[in-house]
């Protein structure tokens, strides 16, 4: 169990467009789903957290206006990235805790590279 | 069901020398990692290492890998509470895919 999945796992666009990435929890429900950002070899960056029903909360420096989040449902969350540019380009990964657990559990997707031309 | 398994609890004494588990099931990953996550913060990585080395160490962190048994370990010499934290390993490869085991909480008693 506890499986976390992402689409797409690959994305190319063009400069100037929106991409939206979807995070599930395939065999659980998640009341709360973290968005990170990475970049080569480094950590993990938390972007926001969302809890299902109600506003994400954004870490500091996150534009909330670029990075907009929705998680409409137990099972999925999405991350559009709005007017995207080529320093957008990273990897996003996605993880969810279980209803019922704290934060300390966290089932992390596979992520999804995103590339901006 | 998960491909990286942890054990989620380990509790040691200010001092001693701390080991972290970890398995794996897909042997065609590039880089093991290890990252490590304090209260209402992000993951951090601490050290990776490249699948194919058996053992990489970094001050008071000892990365080993045993790619027989698919086995990956962090210890934590002279271990202080400050490394009190969850500690998650995580398989990383050539196409940017990661998979992450459910992170293991360290527990540092004075």
């Known amino acids: 169990g506890a499986v976390v999945s992402q689409h797409p796992s690959w994305v190319i666009c063009k400069s100037g467009t929106s991409v939206k990435i979807e995070c599930r929890s395939l065999d659980f429900q998640a009341t709360t789903m973290f968005w990170y950002r990475q970049f080569p070899k480094q950590s993990l960056m938390l972007m926001a957290t969302?809890?299902?029903?109600?506003?994400?909360?954004?870490e500091q420096g996150v534009e909330k206006d670029k990075f907009l989040i929705n998680h409409a449902s137990l099972t999925l969350s999405t991350l559009t990235v709005t007017s995207a540019h080529p320093e957008d380009s990273s990897f996003y990964i996605c993880?969810?805790?279980?209803?019922?657990?704290?934060?300390?559990?966290?089932?992390f997707g596979p992520g999804t590279r995103l590339t901006v031309l | 069901g998960e491909d990286v398994e942890q054990s989620l609890f380990l509790s040691v004494r200010e001092g001693d020398s701390s080991v972290i588990n970890c398995t794996y099931t897909d042997s065609s990953s590039t880089y093991l990692y290890w990252y490590k996550q304090e209260p209402g913060a992000g993951l951090q990585l601490l050290t990776y290492?490249?699948?194919?080395?058996d053992m990489k160490q970094d001050q008071r962190l000892t990365v080993l890998l045993n790619k027989k048994d698919k086995h990956l370990s962090l210890r934590i010499a002279d271990t202080q509470t400050g490394d009190s934290a969850i500690y998650f390993c995580?398989?990383?490869?050539?196409?940017?895919?990661?998979?992450f085991g459910a992170g293991t909480r360290l527990t540092v008693k004075p």
């Open positions: 995580a398989e990383g490869y050539n196409n940017n895919d990661m998979r």
């Open positions: 290492i490249f699948s194919n080395m």
């Open positions: 993880s969810a805790t279980p209803q019922g657990r704290n934060t300390d559990t966290q089932y």
């Open positions: 969302s809890n299902e029903g109600s506003k994400a909360t954004y």
